[in-house]
């Protein structure tokens, strides 16, 4: 019995050294289409194992891991809020690990490397001209509110001119993918440069994390634009119940999904909703503008997308809109995509299943132009003249065509910018991380003078 237990003692002290060996800031890189993007797991054992990842060019939050597991000398890590996972085995120097990165249909390797704060600072080392400096000339407040219709907490904040007096006010609604409150991005952090700029010029704003992103509860993961627009009722709703908010002057300011949303919501008439600014949010049929943005994307790398193509691109889109079970619509697909020989690799189906998430089968399916034509409430539009994501020319004409016309709406192209309002050279996605703007001075200007002249 003693022998056993000595066996037991000495075991359990060797997992604990390969645990320990975990222990720190661990970084590596993705490699996706036109752009690297770092990821940091911060892994701790205390009583018991804890951890953060963060995706630094994306986001300055730290996501807590939901599930972090450690068998000798491998481990894995989930963040089941936005779908991620990591599996990977200790490298024998102990200071990499080899694994695989998955988040939804996208698995690719990854190494991480053992690091440190100081080495992670200088490797992303990202100068931004617009920053928001302390102590502000407003007050700020930490908030939380519910969507009663899906049961979730979202978590924001609100910053509001200091006075008695009650004030126009904006929710802001971010693009897609997983956001915190600030629209984090390659070091750019737009939603806050835009409401420090609009609450200093007299205007209240909420801006708040995507479901299941940061503070606010619910599933990214499994949500659709549906959900999303009825967080942004919430929003409303709640901004509209402060004492400071002139609860006729209540608007959104929506980019890229969130812009759509704003549209959606505004042919829908929903009541708390008094005027929309929508920035880079696409007016055309969503199979349509992601078909231009193929081509646009295509364009910026010296590139062009060939008849064959276009055609299987349009198909594929036809089957993700129908009725198809997963199952059957993933075997449509495939055999679709037998038109491209380099298609039939493991790496490009998985590739293809991203077709089928939930939110893109429902988001392809969006046709904005019905409600837009609905819309009485005033709206201003702006679009970026580089932007590749949503092609200004198409997007503005049909809102031009299709806006009841108002003598309060305005649309407005920036020739030199792209899709976050960046003054560009080319609109590459890739260059968004290596432009020192983070919202051009102009586009600001124009949104807090367009909300002033509303009564």
Not at 90 to 114: C, V
Not at 380 to 391: E, L, N, S
Not at 410 to 429: D, S
Request: glycine residues 6%; hydrophobic residues 40%; aromatic residues 8%.
């Amino acid at each position: 019995m003693k022998k056993y237990f000595l066996i037991i003692a000495i075991l359990s002290s060797c997992f604990s050294v390969l645990a320990q060996n975990f222990e720190g800031i661990w970084r590596g890189t993705l490699n996706v289409p036109g752009l690297e993007l770092p990821i940091v797991f911060e892994l701790k054992l205390l009583d018991q194992w804890t951890g953060t990842m963060q995706s630094p060019k994306q986001s300055t939050a730290k996501i807590p891991l939901s599930s972090f597991r450690v068998q000798e000398d491998s481990v894995y890590l989930e963040v089941k809020s936005i779908g991620l996972s990591y599996q990977g085995k200790l490298a024998s120097d102990k200071k990499q690990i080899n694994g695989t990165i998955k988040q939804g249909a996208l698995e690719a390797p990854m190494r991480l490397e053992i690091s440190n704060s100081a080495d992670l600072k200088n490797s992303i080392g990202f100068k931004r001209s617009q920053q928001v400096k302390t102590p502000y000339s407003y007050d700020t407040l930490a908030v939380s509110f519910r969507n009663e219709n899906d049961q979730i907490d979202l978590a924001g904040t609100i910053t509001y001119p200091r006075g008695k007096d009650k004030y126009p006010a904006v929710v802001l609604v971010s693009g897609s993918g997983p956001q915190d409150r600030n629209e984090s991005l390659m070091g750019h952090e737009p939603f806050k440069i835009l409401a420090d700029f609009l609450t200093r010029n007299g205007i209240a704003v909420l801006r708040y994390d995507d479901r299941g992103v940061a503070e606010s509860k619910g599933d990214f993961k499994t949500a659709t634009s549906a959900d999303f627009s009825k967080d942004a009722i919430a929003a409303l709703n709640y901004l509209k119940t402060k004492p400071f908010v002139n609860p006729k002057r209540i608007g959104i300011i929506g980019h890229s999904e969130g812009g759509l949303i704003a549209f959606l919501l505004a042919g829908q008439k929903v009541p708390a909703l008094k005027f929309m600014v929508s920035l880079a949010g696409p007016t055309i049929p969503m199979d349509s503008l992601l078909l231009l943005q193929s081509q646009a994307i295509m364009k910026s790398m010296g590139k062009s997308m060939t008849n064959t193509e276009i055609a299987v691109q349009r198909e594929n889109y036809r089957i993700v809109m129908s009725d198809l079970p997963a199952s059957q619509a993933m075997d449509s697909l495939m055999k679709n995509m037998q038109a491209l020989p380099e298609s039939q690799n493991p790496e490009f189906a998985r590739g293809i299943a991203t077709l089928l998430t939930p939110w893109y089968r429902y988001f392809l399916k969006i046709d904005p132009i019905p409600q837009i034509k609905k819309i009485n409430i005033p709206v201003f539009a702006a679009f970026g003249g580089k932007d590749i994501q949503v092609p200004a020319l198409a997007n503005a004409e049909s809102l031009t065509d299709n806006l009841p016309k108002g003598k309060l709406n305005a649309i407005k192209v920036y020739p030199e910018l792209n899709h976050l309002f960046q003054k560009a050279k080319t609109g590459a996605v890739a260059e968004y991380s290596e432009i020192e703007e983070t919202l051009n001075e102009e586009l600001l200007n124009d949104i807090v003078m367009w909300i002033k002249s509303l009564k």
